[in-house]
């Protein structure tokens, strides 16, 4: 097994609505946010080689929506997920499963594209099978009022058209061990219905790749949850039973959202548990 991580591309959100009810003295410390209080959001992906399987974790934002709706996020840097593929030597083509952590659009707007005379839509990865849960997916496409705008369902019903979507079978346990896939799952409700948190073993370490149970470093104490979370009180339970798992076994987090920290390991403190060393993937992992 090879992992590779994908930047996709980079834009910003408000700081208010990253943190929730964090006063903007104590967040700013780790996310200084500009003039208009919007701070730097990376969208980065995670590419796993095993076999003749070439998985892809989250695809990004996209480029199919309207330069209306794209005026909101403020895009910025020159990453893309056709460049970064590239970088690598691989090709969406190439490209054999994605799995979707959820499908809010800034995780899930790459799987879909406009077809060749812009008139409807396509899968962007034409070889692949796209996974979800058949929970999430009930939930993202009836939408509540609260998420409609994140569960665009241009991004979603064209998987389900195609044939190319596929359920993981959860069962009743918050651990999932997929027979599909070359990880585990941990699947949690706080953000969304369902989220999925991949648990691959690679190279004697677990890495965790966080979707938006941790969007970035500055998020790593117990109270500090996203004012996107439908459940601000599960996800904080449900945070504080991971991040004693992640002490106690040592793992790896791998940040989707934090644009300038791809990895860190995390510490019990005094004050709870904290940022132990802060790392790239190129200097843990060779």
């Given at each position: 097994?090879?992992?590779?991580?994908?930047?996709?591309?980079?834009?910003?959100?408000?700081?208010?609505?990253?943190?929730?009810?964090?006063?903007?003295?104590?967040?700013?410390?780790?996310?200084?946010?500009?003039?208009?209080?919007?701070?730097?959001?990376?969208?980065?992906?995670?590419?796993?080689?095993?076999?003749?399987?070439?998985?892809?974790?989250?695809?990004?934002?996209?480029?199919?929506?309207?330069?209306?709706?794209?005026?909101?996020?403020?895009?910025?840097?020159?990453?893309?997920?056709?460049?970064?593929?590239?970088?690598?030597?691989?090709?969406?083509?190439?490209?054999?499963?994605?799995?979707?952590?959820?499908?809010?659009?800034?995780?899930?707007?790459?799987?879909?594209?406009?077809?060749?005379?812009?008139?409807?839509?396509?899968?962007?990865?034409?070889?692949?099978?796209?996974?979800?849960?058949?929970?999430?997916?009930?939930?993202?496409t009836q939408p509540n009022p609260r998420e409609k705008a994140s569960f665009?369902?241009?991004?979603?019903?064209?998987?389900?058209?195609?044939?190319?979507?596929?359920?993981?079978?959860?069962?009743?346990?918050?651990?999932?061990?997929?027979?599909?896939?070359?990880?585990?799952?941990?699947?949690?409700?706080?953000?969304?219905?369902?989220?999925?948190?991949?648990?691959?073993?690679?190279?004697?370490?677990?890495?965790?790749?966080?979707?938006?149970?941790?969007?970035?470093?500055?998020?790593?104490?117990?109270?500090?949850?996203?004012?996107?979370?439908?459940?601000?009180?599960?996800?904080?339970?449900?945070?504080a039973k991971f991040l004693k798992d992640a002490v106690e076994k040592e793992y790896v987090l791998f940040f989707e959202h934090d644009?300038?920290?791809?990895?860190?390991?995390?510490?019990?403190?005094?004050?709870?548990?904290?940022?132990?060393?802060?790392?790239?993937?190129?200097?843990?992992?060779?």
């Amino acid at each position: 097994m090879t992992l590779y991580p994908v930047e996709t591309g980079n834009f910003k959100l408000d700081g208010g609505a990253m943190f929730g009810v964090v006063p903007k003295a104590i967040w700013s410390k780790t996310n200084p946010a500009d003039s208009n209080n919007l701070i730097d959001i990376a969208a980065r992906s995670l590419l796993i080689e095993d076999g003749d399987k070439l998985t892809l974790i989250d695809t990004g934002l996209g480029n199919k929506q309207s330069e209306k709706f794209f005026s909101y996020y403020y895009q910025w840097g020159d990453y893309s997920l056709d460049g970064s593929l590239k970088k690598l030597g691989f090709h969406r083509n190439d490209i054999t499963d994605v799995f979707m952590t959820h499908l809010h659009f800034d995780h899930c707007g790459g799987s879909i594209q406009w077809n060749e005379d812009r008139t409807g839509y396509e899968p962007a990865f034409k070889n692949a099978a796209f996974w979800t849960n058949k929970g999430h997916w009930q939930w993202a496409t009836q939408p509540n009022p609260r998420e409609k705008a994140s569960f665009l369902q241009e991004n979603l019903l064209p998987m389900q058209d195609s044939g190319q979507l596929k359920f993981i079978d959860k069962g009743d346990s918050a651990y999932v061990k997929s027979s599909e896939l070359a990880f585990d799952i941990l699947c949690i409700d706080g953000h969304t219905e369902k989220q999925m948190i991949p648990h691959i073993k690679y190279q004697s370490k677990t890495l965790v790749f966080m979707a938006d149970l941790m969007p970035t470093v500055g998020h790593i104490p117990l109270p500090y949850v996203t004012g996107y979370d439908t459940r601000p009180l599960l996800s904080m339970n449900e945070k504080a039973k991971f991040l004693k798992d992640a002490v106690e076994k040592e793992y790896v987090l791998f940040f989707e959202h934090d644009a300038h920290n791809q990895m860190c390991t995390l510490k019990n403190t005094e004050k709870g548990t904290r940022l132990d060393e802060l790392f790239s993937f190129k200097e843990i992992f060779h």
